[in-house]
């Protein structure tokens, strides 16, 4: 059998499935946490944890905080513009600058 078929698959200890269920519980229990405050709280917790391994395990579990949809302004009625029936009856300005008494 040649060598390149045979090749070593690592093995995840069983600490991730006691990780993995704390970040569950944490992350059902802060919804709008993400992985980065649910490590923090591991550490506090004294489970010193890589923040990677954190990440993974959080994605893995599809905890991922959904992303809020920002709400489009409500559309307000427009008016058409009036055209003015003769000259100099509608005026208008445009500010570029503006300057005070006092500078």
Same mark, same amino acid.
């Given at each position: 059998? *040649?060598?390149?078929?045979? !090749?070593?698959? +690592?093995? !995840?200890? +069983? %600490? /991730?499935?006691?990780? *993995?269920? !704390?970040?569950?519980e944490l992350a059902l229990e802060r919804r709008r946490f993400g992985y980065r405050r649910i490590w923090q709280l591991l550490r506090r917790e004294g489970l010193h944890v890589n923040h990677k391994r954190v990440y993974r395990i959080y994605h893995l579990n599809g905890l991922s905080v959904k992303r809020r949809r920002r709400r489009k302004g409500l559309a307000t009625e427009r008016f058409p513009l009036l055209r003015p029936d003769a000259p100099?009856?509608?005026? *208008?300005? /445009?500010?570029?600058? /503006? +300057?005070? %008494?006092?500078?």
């Open positions: 059998m *040649s060598l390149s078929t045979c !090749r070593y698959e +690592a093995q !995840r200890p +069983a %600490a /991730d499935v006691h990780l *993995s269920g !704390r970040i569950t100099n009856l509608t005026w *208008s300005m /445009d500010f570029v600058m /503006d +300057a005070l %008494a006092n500078g």
